[in-house]
């Protein structure tokens, strides 16, 4: 079991940056493939973005290929979301994900969630 906590949401505005984390409670976080996530009112779960157990492959949503960076620290056991240019569709509930499988861009392929954080980019 894998526990997984968001923080770094806010209020933002237009153009504006945030930076995500997700801190797993597992030393074995490093194994796993880390996904992230976004629910807007209204709408389905949709993929963000997702990285590979070492870092070295990364995987984007075309909606914010060029404006999102995933990484991850395994030493501190969390995984980041920098978010630039953020633009008001951008507001939606954040959420990361783990999963063993390699390059997973579906919700369904994800084992372990966590609770989300809000992120809202104002006009």
């Known amino acids: 079991q894998v526990q997984l906590v968001e923080s770094g949401g806010g209020l933002v505005q237009a153009g504006g940056s945030l930076r995500l984390s997700c801190a797993a409670s597992?030393?074995?976080?490093?194994?796993?493939?880390i996904g992230w996530f976004r629910q807007a009112p209204g709408k389905e779960r949709e993929f963000v973005a997702t990285?590979?157990?070492?870092?070295?492959?990364?995987y984007y949503a075309d909606s914010v290929k060029g404006r999102f960076t995933i990484s991850r620290d395994n030493a501190k056991n969390t995984v980041y979301l920098q978010m630039n240019s953020l633009k008001p569709e951008d507001t939606a509930v954040y959420y990361c994900?783990?999963?063993?499988?390699?390059?997973?861009?579906?919700?369904?392929?994800?084992?372990?969630w966590g609770q989300g954080t809000q992120v809202t980019v104002s006009s």
């Open positions: 994900a783990a999963t063993w499988r390699v390059r997973a861009a579906s919700e369904r392929e994800y084992d372990y």
């Open positions: 597992k030393r074995t976080f490093s194994t796993y493939t």
């Open positions: 990285i590979s157990w070492s870092g070295g492959s990364t």
